[in-house]
């Protein structure tokens, strides 16, 4: 049953980072490519589970829904920045290939700060509960780290699938425009 509701509570906060991202872009597409990142972090949360063999539990749950607001930042970073690049007039591949060399080492420094911030917890260093923990702490490292490395490749392509295809639409639609305005004339 608590698993259920962590499960409706993880979907409620892509929900709202969704709408949040929906409003602050202005678009609806571009949080669809930024939540794209939630993904990749679940498959670093399974892989960490597998390899240290730690069983899903409550608290591994929380910090999966602690990562869907954690690992989108990383996303929004780089496109942030691509869209800066692209409002000055830079050429979409351009801005990504610059985006992805100027974002790279503040993406990294701050998932590196983070994953090494929870290492005591995954160690479960100290007394007491510190075991009861560990399982969270293994899902936001793994989590994070694998959405990180992923999150630089696929989000870009992603980006850039999705902007090439509306720029292709547009062209279509003038020259569509302009066969009918030509007919008209």
């Not at 869209?83 to 590196?112: C, F, N, Y």
């Not at 989590?143 to 490749?153: K, Y």
């Amino acid at each position: 049953k608590t698993m259920g509701q962590l499960s409706f509570a993880l979907s409620i906060s892509i929900f709202l980072i969704y709408a949040l991202l929906a409003s602050q872009f202005e678009s609806f597409i571009m949080p669809i490519i930024i939540i794209g990142s939630i993904p990749l972090a679940l498959i670093g949360v399974i892989w960490g589970l597998v390899i240290l063999r730690q069983p899903i539990d409550i608290m591994v749950m929380i910090g999966v829904i602690l990562l869907a607001g954690v690992v989108v930042n990383n996303a929004i970073v780089l496109l942030d920045f691509v869209a800066s690049m692209r409002q000055k007039g830079v050429p979409l591949r351009e801005a990504l290939i610059e985006a992805g060399g100027s974002r790279l080492r503040p993406i990294l420094m701050t998932t590196l700060t983070t994953v090494l911030g929870w290492i005591p917890m995954a160690l479960a260093i100290g007394g007491g509960s510190a075991g009861y923990y560990q399982g969270m702490a293994i899902a936001v490292m793994f989590g994070l780290s694998f959405s990180t490395l992923l999150t630089l490749i696929f989000i870009p392509v992603l980006y850039l699938i999705v902007e090439e295809a509306k720029e292709k639409r547009a062209e279509k639609k003038k020259k569509n425009v302009e066969k009918e305005k030509a007919k008209m004339a």
